[in-house]
DNA sequence: GTGAAAGCGCTAACAA
DNA sequence: TTGTTAGCGCTTTCAC
């Protein structure tokens, strides 16, 4: 019934059936005044349709429709009126029902290996925060380090979303680019040629790592490693390396260790048998448990041994010595990587672009002059 | 065309309309053999649909769905053909197409005042978990600890969703109530009648840790409160209280103070002026935050002060001192308000429970014998 | 500038 | 057991 107007509302039942309940439905003609909400029969309230506001707004579902999406195709009357009107009836318009149209869902999925693990609550927040100001909602998946989770996630997810960010993916890269065919994906800290990549600035971070042990008069670097398979501690090692052969200092790898407070007995007691004056642990949780351990030993940081981590983690600034640690710009990866997927969304690019983002090194107490 | 088996594979072209784009569609009809995806005209995938899996299958789109949804109600043979076949497509069902129809979207809303709060860390990955072994996505939101962001994404995820896990939510109860006749809703630390509720054991834990400081020879104590519209730091101080009183220690109430590193030193310049021997702390990073002023004025801690904290966060088990704190149940809490909102989704539920989590208090060396 | 109608991918009622 | 059909809420031609 185009054009209805009513003084009052008038409530017109009709029965619907959804997922197998009959509700109690009811158009609501109106366009004046507060009135209740839709009610299903058990009380709880039915969400308004866009075809609710056209009826109480007395328009065609289209114009509705028009009036959120096109807003300068409709009078400009019509449009307040039927803005007023949903206001009014609470409606919000269907995002599933608006993606099974476009093919848009306008969400983006992150994973990550660790939600609790604090290194990742900044790209979560990056992302989180580039997200919302593109007007996406953001869906976070954790893949408990585990690649069979991760494709279990970017298979059940990929209808759902518009896009990936893969922060610390363990997947092949053949993987990743056979589901870049389905969905833009963006990755942090990993980079697979073809795919849209924000990585950290390793190789200057490890050169400032290894500039600032050598002017403390270090002349060798032990490298406590992490998992193998962790991109970013290759990167970092690799760095290392180079950089500690520029300088002329030697550079060991020991390890892998577990990068949490608990790797830090091993590594600690395989430097003190070392005898290494400088280390650099694959992150902070492995540095600061390193650190526990040396105090435990009764060996003085930073005058027996520097320390170095990576990552600036919250607790990094009031552990005891505070660490030396190499900050990465974890919010500003996040929020590029969103972007970079969204870009994707938008129109196919053809040669997604590869961004370096700089790194910080934060010199604290762990690090000081050798035999100081 | 029903029933249509051919033994090689058909290519039916036809093009479709997608988001104002025209996509070469091809209707693949095949029962063996390997094939390729369907392909737009610009080389990205398109999707499979259902209709895709049945005309390549030969049958009908409806013996798809039961084939995924309702196994018993097809013939074992057919279905094993079907799912070879939508396997080999690469198809995966279109949630926002299932959502459309049935009304549910199997996907929950968690929104939590700061994402990079490790406090919170608990509750996500615990939700996070629930979720996943429930066959849940679940979205994450990040209120910002701002009331309006909090209500704004209510109403923009409302329609996407089955229903919230609000943690420590800023809402007043009346809007929380009015959010909830429109979707389901769990309570993290945070009490309102009508509404499911996960609260931490703040009477039994506060006991606790006065009679941990009453033992150790305390007769009085501080509270360095946090933001006053925390519901949990009113709980706190209230159990505090109503202990201290028991016991015959004194109690007062410092503050507010901001619940971070940075509110450390306010709160311990006023300890100090006080000349109190126990402070208790809004959170665990306050206390670390009093800590580091302590120590920089010379203060010793346990020794002359003693500090408590809660949360149990990362960092208070390697600060200086280790701190004693009041450690809740986050992951616990996280699924007990999944499983509560999931329960609700599934059938109205009448009296939705409030549920008490034990606390437990760990004791570190930031406590001491008073003047030891 | 606005309405009618078709259709997105899927499920569920009803037929066969 | 399976196919046909209608319709979920929305956007988008295409008329008017």
Redesign the pocket.
């Known amino acids: 019934m185009?054009?209805v107007r009513v003084d009052s509302w008038v409530l017109m039942p009709s029965s619907?059936?959804v997922?197998?309940v009959t509700w109690q439905a009811f158009a609501i003609l109106c366009h004046t005044g507060s009135m209740p909400r839709a009610r299903s029969r058990d009380g709880a309230r039915r969400r308004a349709?866009?075809?609710d506001v056209a009826a109480a707004a007395g328009?065609?579902?289209?114009?509705v429709?028009?009036a959120?999406?096109r807003p300068d195709?409709?009078?400009h009357r019509?449009r307040e009126h039927v803005l007023a009107v949903a206001a009014e009836l609470g409606y919000a318009?269907?995002p599933a029902?608006?993606a099974?149209?476009?093919g848009r869902t306008n969400t983006l999925a992150l994973l990550v290996p660790d939600i609790t693990n604090p290194y990742f609550s900044g790209v979560i927040k990056g992302a989180e925060r580039a997200a919302a100001a593109a007007g996406l909602t953001l869906v976070l998946g954790d893949t408990q380090e585990n690649p069979a989770t991760e494709e279990q996630l970017i298979r059940r997810l990929g209808p759902a979303v518009d896009g990936f960010v893969l922060s610390a993916s363990r997947l092949p890269d053949d993987e990743l680019r056979r589901a870049a065919e389905l969905n833009p994906i963006a990755l942090v800290n990993r980079a697979t040629p073809g795919l849209a990549c924000v990585v950290a600035d390793f190789d200057t971070g490890t050169r400032q790592i290894v500039d600032h042990l050598a002017s403390l008069g270090h002349e060798s670097l032990v490298f406590l490693g992490g998992p193998p398979e962790s991109w970013s501690g290759a990167r970092r090692w690799a760095g290392l390396r180079v950089a500690a052969e520029a300088r002329g200092l030697a550079a060991t790898r020991f390890g892998p260790y577990t990068p949490t407070l608990g790797g830090g007995p091993a590594a600690a007691d395989a430097v003190l048998a070392a005898g290494a004056t400088a280390v650099v642990a694959h992150n902070d949780m492995l540095a600061i448990g390193v650190m526990l351990r040396l105090a435990e030993r009764g060996v003085a940081v930073p005058d027996d041994v520097s320390v170095v981590g990576f990552d600036n983690i919250v607790g990094s600034d009031f552990c005891s010595p505070t660490l030396t640690t190499l900050a990465e710009r974890t919010e500003d990866a996040g929020a590029r990587a969103v972007e970079a997927v969204a870009a994707q969304v938008l129109s196919r690019v053809d040669d997604p672009p590869t961004r370096v983002l700089p790194t910080q090194l934060v010199v604290r107490r762990s690090t000081g002059v050798r035999g100081g």
Request: hydrophobic share 35%; no cysteine; aromatic share 4%.
């Open positions: 185009p054009g619907v059936e997922a197998g349709t866009i075809t328009v065609a579902a289209s114009t429709s028009r959120f999406t195709r409709v009078n019509t318009p269907n029902a608006r099974l149209e476009s």
